[in-house]
């Protein structure tokens, strides 16, 4: 298509990407080339994509007349980590700090070894812990370590 090395050809691909120059445009293309010859030689190993992903690009879904994929126990979902009294500490540190739902600046700043997502999930627990009564809870949880 444009791609016959002519001047002309590159003004016509930038033309297409916003905010980019012809050199810019040019250089991608270069660097992406080099990558795929990278992986073709064996230098760099191909990313390893699941079914659903590659079924996602191709536009075939769930109407795909392949049998479910089913994944092996090296791609099973692991199990969380339970947290220590330390990063249970830490939490209640930042949570005063950064307040109830920045959980970004949470694990940024205070639990430093938990993503986002995992210090939600941690909050969403504590805070339902903390709405239990104490003669219901059957037994002692991180959950129940307070600030005071």
Known sequence: MYLDGTAEGWRMIAALVPGRSVEEVHARYESLVRDVEAIDSGRVDSPQYSDERLEAAAGTG????????????????KKGTPWTEDEHRR???????YGKGDWRSISRNAVLSRT???????????????????????RSSIHDITKS
């Open 62 to 77: 769930a109407s795909s007349s392949r049998a479910p994929r089913v994944a092996t126990p090296a791609e099973e979902r």
């Open 91 to 97: 939490f209640l540190e930042g949570l005063e700090k």
């Open 116 to 138: 986002p997502t995992q210090v939600a999930s941690h909050a969403q627990k504590y805070f339902l812990r903390q709405s239990v009564d104490k003669k219901d809870k059957k």
